[in-house]
């Protein structure tokens, strides 16, 4: 019999071809370059990836949020020389106005919560999964999106919300199958950099920026750092005690250098304690050089990175308790963590740690001949009203394409509506793994 492709095109034997239409030139069918598209199984891993940040978020008792990917540049333009802010995807649309598309999701935070106004019961817990963008220079072919998840604190002076955040981290990890041997966390604050910054009376408005400069340590040459630094006025003396400290890896250490009154000092003893309450202390460790890259951090920062040291930073986050005045809002004390969905997957990769997700097709639906097509639509409809997932084949197949089919989407049974059963009102249920067969009731399908 002719297939109903043959029928549409009017033609038997070869394949049906498409109508003619006036193509100038063919797309190109890549996505736009550094973005990606997320066919089925990439789909399907993305999903599980964020069905473990939305978990561990419900875990924390944490309210999910979402903003416009698109934002005023205003959020952004902030002068202390960031990576962030320079590859700024920023453009002007129709009407004129400076808009980006956002580079990270605080921002779009402070600025709801602005919004809200003091009507928001604190301490704010919310956390957002949405997809960031930058506009990187093509030459080190960097991807220019990536979906970060973000948990964010408002409201909370003391550590114990970085000690809070840090637990969630720990227990993603642990649900993506990580432990402290895999992956660990950086801790230090920036009130070390402020607290030597101060010795040497350097103006507290340098702060952001020696900070983002500090953070380019690892990746651009030391002269280059000193004379960025020495740029901004800081003397030599200064850059060395700055350096002495930063190579600080121990809390007792910091303490004789600092002593034991700075607020640096106590902060973070604090959260090593409450780390060893959690349970987690074996998967931290101080150290002073890490600042991180945003400006805005004041206190706590830290990192999640891997422990062979193959990959960049996991997640990073740290303490903004300034960033709400920075928008002209009233300030509270803040903190929170971006957590990206392209590392953690190259660590899962490394460690043999990608689940296996197969599509979850219950049900195959199939008439054995054309007249029952409706009644096959009838028997996927009950079923799906069941709650099962049902694949209902829309045109005739031969029964060989419908096993090969079953196989590779590992659906677990086979409704075969045939003439002879549905005239008794029945259809035949094939179980495909234990390939058990029997005639069921309609009536009794479930
Ligand atoms: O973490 C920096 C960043 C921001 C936006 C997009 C991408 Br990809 N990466």
């Not at 999964?129 to 002076?157: A, K, L, P, S």
């Not at 050089?289 to 999640?304: D, H």
């Not at 009203?385 to 209902?392: A, M, N, Y």
């Not at 059963?421 to 069921?440: A, F, H, I, P, Y």
Request: with cysteine.
């Amino acid at each position: 019999a002719a297939t109903s492709q043959e029928k549409s095109s009017g033609r038997s034997g070869g394949l049906a071809s498409p109508p003619t239409i006036d193509r100038q030139t063919a797309i190109d069918v890549n996505p736009p370059r550094g973005t990606r598209d997320f066919p089925p199984e990439d789909m399907r891993l993305r999903n599980w990836l964020f069905q473990n940040f939305r978990e561990v978020s419900r875990l924390f008792a944490f309210e999910e949020v979402d903003f416009p990917i698109l934002e005023s540049e205003a959020l952004y333009t902030r002068k202390a020389g960031e990576e962030i802010t320079e590859q700024l995807y920023g453009f002007e649309d129709k009407g004129g106005r400076r808009v980006a598309l956002r580079p990270e999701l605080t921002p779009s935070l402070a600025r709801l919560v602005i919004q809200k106004g003091q009507s928001l019961p604190h301490p704010i817990k919310w956390f957002a999964v949405g997809q960031c963008w930058r506009y990187e220079r093509t030459t080190r072919g960097r991807r220019r999106e990536h979906y970060q998840w973000n948990m964010d604190i408002i409201g909370v002076f003391d550590v114990t919300a970085e000690a809070e955040l840090i637990s969630s981290v720990v227990t993603l990890f642990k649900r993506l199958g990580l432990t402290e041997s895999d992956v660990g966390f950086k801790v230090s604050s920036r009130k070390v950099l402020q607290a030597v910054l101060q010795r040497y009376s350097i103006p507290e408005e340098l702060f952001g920026e020696v900070c983002v400069i500090i953070d380019k340590m690892e990746k651009i040459p030391m002269e280059e750092v000193e004379k960025k630094l020495v740029a901004l006025g800081i003397s030599v003396e200064a850059i060395n005690g700055l350096l002495q400290v930063l190579a600080l890896k121990s809390l007792p250490d910091l303490e004789e250098a600092l002593g034991s009154a700075e607020d640096a000092v106590a902060d973070l003893k604090q959260l090593f304690s409450l780390a060893e309450q959690y349970g987690y202390s074996q998967w931290i460790q101080f150290d002073a050089s890490i600042v991180r890259g945003l400006s805005y951090y004041t206190g706590v920062v830290f990192e999640g990175f891997d422990r062979e040291g193959k990959l960049r930073a996991i997640c990073g986050g740290g303490r903004y308790d300034h960033l709400l005045s920075m928008f002209g809002g009233t300030d509270s004390p803040a903190c929170g963590f971006g957590f990206g969905d392209a590392v953690i997957v190259e660590l899962l990769k490394d460690k043999g740690l990608l689940p296996d997700l197969s599509p979850e097709v219950d049900d195959i639906v199939f008439p054995i001949d054309q007249q029952l097509q409706g009644s096959a639509s009838m028997i996927a409809s009950r079923l799906r009203e069941k709650g099962r997932s049902v694949d209902l084949v829309l045109e005739q197949k031969r029964l060989k394409w419908i096993f090969k089919h079953a196989e590779r989407i590992k659906a677990s049974r086979l409704i075969l509506v045939g003439e002879a059963e549905w005239q008794k009102g029945m259809v035949r249920v094939k179980n495909l793994s234990t390939r058990e067969e029997q005639d069921v009731k309609v009536d009794e399908l479930s």
